[in-house]
């Protein structure tokens, strides 16, 4: 009978044990949070896709006459181009010589066919995107543009100034130089026409336009400065020899209100061209300030010119 009470009383301590071990598992286990269903998590929201109106610009610094050369390092991420086998699109490299960083871009059909080559545009940027970085370069209109053109009928090439804006300007012989170094570098590595090159810039890249195109007038078929000079805010001026470049077809363009390079400063220049008789057309926008870059590089009109003209 002992024996009977004594099995009875570890039973109930069993049980009991058992149920305060349950509870502390249950409690224990209430304690996190439970993992969030499928339908809990938002989603991510998807990427726009860009605007074919160009982003805001950093604001243009005035041309003035540097009165150093640049000397500030080029970044060591960027490597030289290969072959001219690459991927199409818009990419970013550094020139063989190691001096000048550029943007490069190739249509969605090149190299289909092996014995096509290709119009090429040279533009020159304005001073708000002189940098050691090529992502600022995605602030001018043109190479914007072109990230979502696949198809654009050009191979562009963007060379960039180095360092801060006014550390370089494209008429100094050094950057003259390099710039056409990089030239001939990517025209014998891609498939190029080289009797169709085309020089656009602007503001400072404007001023190269000119400056090169009267330095150079045989390496390129066309010429389409925005808002061009020649000369700088000390003093814009037309060049003796402005008529050399009677012959060759230019397409200016400028604001009528611009106030960082005045309407003047390239309507001189049209204006000693049409007087020897010179092979230019000159766009004013009536409203336009130092900002009409998007509404020229999205003017499909450009393109359809510059093919028109070719190297004799």
């Known amino acids: 009978m002992k024996n009977n009470n004594f099995i009875k009383r570890q039973s109930a301590i069993t049980v009991t044990r058992l149920t305060l071990l349950l509870l502390i598992f249950m409690l224990a286990a209430g304690c996190g949070s439970p993992a969030p269903s499928p339908t809990d998590v938002a989603a991510p929201r998807p990427a726009e896709p860009p605007s074919p109106t160009n982003t805001s610009a950093p604001p243009p ?32 490299f550094t020139a063989q010589s190691g001096d000048r960083n550029y943007l490069l871009f190739l249509p969605s059909n090149y190299g289909k066919d092996p014995a096509q080559k290709w119009p090429l545009i ?18 001018e209109a043109l190479p914007q ?22 550390d370089e300007y494209w008429f100094q012989d050094k950057v003259e130089a390099s710039v056409f170094s990089l030239l001939d570098e990517v025209t014998a590595a891609y ?11 602007v503001s400072i890249g404007g001023n190269g336009v000119w400056e090169y195109g009267l330095r150079h007038p045989d390496s390129f078929a066309a010429l389409a400065p925005v808002m061009g000079f020649v000369g700088d805010t000390a003093g814009f001026h037309v060049p003796a020899n402005i008529c050399d470049l009677k012959d060759k077809p230019i397409w200016a363009f ?27 057309q000159f766009t004013v926008y009536p409203d ?19 093919l028109a003209q070719s190297l004799k």
């Open 122 to 139: 040279l533009f020159l940027h304005g001073s708000g995107t002189s940098s050691t970085n090529t992502d600022m370069l995605l602030y």
């Open 191 to 201: 498939a190029v026409d080289t009797a169709r090159i085309y020089l656009t810039g």
């Open 145 to 166: 543009i072109l990230g979502f053109t696949p198809d654009f009928p050009f191979i562009v090439l963007s060379p960039q100034l180095t360092g801060k804006p006014g």
């Open 254 to 280: 400028h604001g009528a209100i611009d106030t960082i390079v005045p309407l003047e400063a390239e309507q001189s220049l049209v204006d000693a061209l049409k007087a020897c008789n010179g092979n230019i």
């Open 288 to 306: 336009g300030d130092h900002d009409i870059s998007g509404k020229v590089y999205q003017d499909q009109e450009l393109y359809t010119w510059m």
């Open 61 to 92: 610094a005035e041309p003035v006459t540097p009165t150093t050369e640049a000397t500030a390092a080029l970044p060591v991420t960027d490597t030289s181009a290969p072959a001219s086998n690459l991927i199409t699109g818009q990419h970013s």
